[in-house]
């Protein structure tokens, strides 16, 4: 295809879609058949519903973020990741990125920031990951994690993370969220 | 679950999977039963099994970034991304983001620096993006990207980038490259 101006740019058509697999509430198969703005169709372009989440960098008043060590099915290794989970039903996501943060660690913070909202895989879906760096958090009651992972809390300064982004962080969520913390606070991990 | 010590965490074990969709190249969506440390087992643990990708933050001798406008059917909107590929079978990741930057823009760098390579869902898989810094970039053809988009490249100057973060970036891979490779230039968007 060639360059188009961006007003030229046009969106897919999705002239109809099927369910192949309903795994809710966890996931959604859908093969969608499509209409490119130049006319073709695409009959199998196959993409992926999932809820959306939560990915919570919480800095504590002596600049450590709230780290966790934890088995991770996806990359099926222990690494090191941030406090996540997925929005309940009609949950919006600060309400849910306060709730995780708290159930996961124990941790409260009052001062808290959206870094942004992304959809996971450009061109599956597979949700939407809601970002956010909360300051000033400090620890208020002990972790109570209520779902299938064993988990490592571990207070990490933030000008320790950048070593860790190779070897230590196995997870898409977990890079993003220290990439973008850390050029929202302006500071070079 | 309780807080455990980094040495108790282990791996969990997959006992037995089976393929319940197979939409090759494009994905696998794979059911797992898997044992988690403490005996238990859970067997419906959903993956989906997809191509590894690249991405590439490519900067010209003026600090500016090879942005592309393109619409994306995972978030269904026109949105602002950055030069990106799956990588094709045998082909190992730096040769894929030159070939990439190459054919999506008709850009060339000479200095590749690795950002890292994580699994794009913690708990699905969805296949592994490997992130790139490219400096010195400069075009040396026409962009022909052959695949099912229509683009419109834009350079920008990295101080630009910050306030695309919301609103013109839609995408976890877009906004992971841009923290990543501000994080590694040591700079602020």
Redesign the interface.
């Known amino acids: 295809?060639?360059?188009?101006?961006?007003g030229?740019?046009?969106?897919?058509e999705t002239v109809a879609r099927r369910k192949?697999?309903d795994?809710s509430p966890?996931?959604n198969?859908w093969?969608?058949e499509?209409r490119?703005?130049?006319g073709?169709i695409?009959r199998?372009?196959?993409?992926?519903e999932?809820p959306d989440h939560v990915v919570i960098f919480a800095l504590d008043d002596a600049d450590r973020v709230v780290g966790l060590?934890?088995?991770?099915?996806?990359?099926?290794?222990?690494n090191l990741?941030f406090p996540?989970g997925y929005l309940m039903p009609g949950e919006d996501a600060l309400t849910a990125a306060r709730r995780e943060l708290f159930e996961e660690t124990g941790y409260v913070a009052d001062d808290w920031q959206h870094?942004?909202s992304?959809?996971?895989?450009?061109?599956?879906?597979?949700g939407r990951?809601h970002?956010f760096l909360a300051r000033g958090a400090r620890q208020t009651a002990?972790?109570e994690?209520d779902?299938?992972?064993?988990?490592?809390?571990?207070l990490i300064k933030v000008a320790d993370l950048?070593p860790l982004?190779?070897g230590s962080?196995?997870?898409?969520?977990?890079?993003?969220v220290?990439?973008?913390?850390?050029?929202a606070l302006?500071l070079?991990?």
């Not at 030229?8 to 897919?12: D, S």
């Not at 060590?69 to 222990?78: E, L, N, Q």
């Not at 779902?147 to 809390?153: A, F, G, K, M, T």
């Not at 962080?169 to 993003?176: F, I, N, P, Q, R």
């Open positions: 295809m060639s360059e188009k101006s961006l030229e740019l046009q969106c897919w192949l697999v795994a966890w996931l198969l093969v969608d499509v490119l703005p130049d073709r695409v199998d372009f196959y993409t992926v999932q060590w934890h088995y991770k099915h996806g990359p099926a290794c222990v990741g996540a870094l942004g992304y959809t996971v895989d450009g061109n599956r879906g597979n990951g970002y002990q972790a994690p779902d299938l992972e064993e988990i490592r809390i571990e950048n982004l190779k962080v196995a997870t898409l969520d977990a890079a993003a220290i990439g973008l913390a850390l050029n302006g070079k991990g």
